[in-house]
Nanobody
Framework: QVQLDESGGGVVQAGGSLRLSCAAS????????MGWFRQAPGKERDFVAA????????AYADSVKGRFTISRDHTKNLVYLQMFSLKPEDTAVYYC?????????????????WGQGTQVTVSS
């Protein structure tokens, strides 16, 4: 089992920034890819960003390209999502996810473990 714990959410004004963190513990695989997803009220869970185990490969949803950056620190078992130029439409619960295999994926079904989520609210 892998446990994921997100933090860093909050309320921010439009144009502001936040950094989300995801702490992984338990049986963390040595080749797992990690992802961030978000879910707004009444909507499906959408892909935001993903990063390979090495950190050398990343993928982003078109809606966040150029504004969000995903990164990871193996020494601390942490994955980050740095968010700049936030917009009201970025308001959602943000989830960290772990995939027990390599390769970047954008579908939620391809991820095996999930955190509880952290709320991000962007006010206009």
């Amino acid at each position: 089992q892998v446990q994921l714990d997100e933090s860093g959410g909050g309320v921010v004004q439009a144009g502001g920034s936040l950094r989300l963190s995801c702490a992984a513990s338990g049986r963390t695989a040595s080749n797992n890819a990690m992802g961030w997803f978000r879910q707004a009220p009444g909507k499906e869970r959408d892909f935001v960003a993903a990063i390979s185990w090495s950190g050398g490969n990343t993928a982003y949803a078109d809606s966040v390209k150029g504004r969000f950056t995903i990164s990871r620190d193996h020494t601390k078992n942490l994955v980050y999502l740095q968010m700049f130029s936030l917009k009201p439409e970025d308001t959602a619960v943000y989830y960290c996810a772990s995939r027990s295999r390599g390769g970047l994926r954008v579908a939620a079904n391809d991820y095996d473990y999930w955190g509880q989520g952290t709320q991000v609210t962007v006010s206009s």
